[in-house]
């Protein structure tokens, strides 16, 4: 018989980086966690790394949303990093972009059962949608290469808009191979931050994370 694997129970650093919104994000954990795995939302090894490795993971991403800012999150799935952004940011408007109807089903359930009023769901892939709307800034994580990703991306960010995408350790090797992709789509200031340090130091994470940023540069 298959070994039941428990939730990981919740690290220090979720209330410091969650704060006022912690409740809320602990419900959505203890539902993903009872859940997840039978709604094929993560992995049968996820439970046990729950918190480190998709929601505090997820929302290192929160203090480079813009407040205000409309915000697309492309493949959210099982709500990484979109609906845990939507948590910790209520000062934003998500729009979660996911093309398979239960993964939309299961997004539409949190929100209401969140009462997150930022938040709404759209199926379908992210190339559907070129032309039928622009965000401030766009949210990835492990939906697919650079050299793919900005293609199906870049159209749907306004002129100056933000690419946030949570990436590992090969992402250099990725940003080399999308250089004529970054060119043709006019992206600009292309950088990688490691997120969570602070934390790191302070002994409240175990490992930070890097984030591949960038800006859509269309005039000038």
Known sequence: MPV?????????????????????????????????????LIGPLEAPRLWTRHLLNSALLAPLIVSGAQVADIGTGGGMPGLVLAIVRPDAHFVFVEP?????????????????VNAEVRRGRAEEFHGAFEVDQITARAVTALRRLVPLTAPLLRDGGDMLFLKGASVENEIGAAAKVLQKYRVRDVEVSELGTDLVSEGLLAETTRVFRAKIVRHG
Do not use: K, S
Request: charged share 30%; net charge negative.
């Open 4 to 40: 039941e694997q428990v939730t990981e129970q919740e690290p220090a650093a979720a209330a410091v980086m969650a704060g006022e919104r912690i409740d809320v994000l602990r419900a959505f954990a203890a539902d993903l966690g009872e859940r997840g795995e039978e709604l094929g």
């Open 100 to 116: 398979m109807e239960r993964r939309c089903a299961w997004l539409a359930e949190q929100i209401q059962t969140l009462g997150l």
